[in-house]
């Protein structure tokens, strides 16, 4: 029987292609968004997959979401925390609001997510747990103290987390993404994009979604399984850990 797979943020961008890639690999997929229903109706109807709406920031939407998935397709076996946000500012003019609202989403929301499914996964003796941190929160991004504290946190809870999980069947991964063509980077300015940021990456240009979802299909599979408490890489040779 094909293994469920629940991604968040898996409507638009690296999400999108990471559900649409574990659907044909055979997975049962559930892709959650925050918000914006029109890009994810439209997408629920293209990739024939379904999608579920709460906000992973909140602990009771995420138990009452992931409830709704269950019912609907079975157990979650597999989760891919890829949801996040960022709210750049320098950290002189960063506001309390947008510290708080990028670590909630970020890495409460990787909390939020993969608790309730925990228990599930040691009871059946299997889980995979995939989070999509960023290269900014390897090497620090001035601008970005919110999202590289948050991004750095995810690879500390998944270090941690591997360790609890191992004896139980459970892999706890991060794949480290670096600048991907979504929407998320093209809200830079394209002068800064092309002048300063795609420069810095030695394969000379932006990674695609579909190659981020590639690594996720590999560490959700059964190959995988001693593959636990790492991190993948993929940036373009643009930073090595
Ligand atoms: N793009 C890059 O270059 C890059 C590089 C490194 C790491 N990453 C990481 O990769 C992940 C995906 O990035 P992306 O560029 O594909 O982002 P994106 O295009 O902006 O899409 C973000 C997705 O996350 C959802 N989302 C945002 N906040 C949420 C919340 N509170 N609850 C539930 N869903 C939420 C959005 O839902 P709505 O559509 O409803 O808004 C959307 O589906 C993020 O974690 C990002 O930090 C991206």
């Known amino acids: 029987m094909s293994r469920v797979a629940l991604v968040t943020g898996g409507t638009r961008g690296i999400g999108a292609a990471i559900s649409i890639a574990l659907k044909g690999a055979g997975y049962k997929v559930a892709a959650n968004y925050a918000g914006n229903d029109e890009t994810a109706k439209a997408f629920e109807s293209v990739a024939g997959i379904p999608v579920f709406k ?14 709704k998935v269950e019912k609907q397709l079975g157990p979650v076996e597999v989760l891919i925390n890829n949801a996040g946000i960022t709210r750049d500012a320098m950290f002189h003019k960063v506001t309390p609001q947008q510290w708080s609202e990028v670590i909630n989403t970020n890495l409460n929301g990787v909390f939020n997510m993969t608790h309730p499914v925990w228990p599930g996964m040691r009871d059946r003796n299997f889980g995979r747990v995939i989070t999509i941190s960023s290269i900014n929160g390897q090497k620090g991004q001035m601008g970005q103290v919110n999202y590289s504290a948050s991004k750095a946190g ?20 991060a794949i480290c993404p670096g600048y991907i063509g979504t929407e998320m980077v093209r809200a830079i300015p394209e002068k800064v ?11 000379g240009r932006l990674g695609e979604p579909e190659e981020i979802a590639r690594c996720v299909v590999f560490l959700a599979s059964d190959d995988a399984g001693f593959i636990t408490g790492s991190t993948i890489t993929a940036n373009g040779g643009q930073f090595f850990v």
């Open 193 to 203: 994009l092309n002048e300063r940021i795609v420069p810095q990456i030695p394969v």
């Open 54 to 67: 709460w906000d992973v920031s909140q602990y009771s939407e995420c138990v009452d979401g992931i409830a």
């Open 154 to 173: 995810d690879l500390g809870f998944t270090k941690a987390l591997a360790q609890e999980g191992a004896a139980k069947g459970i892999t706890v991964n």
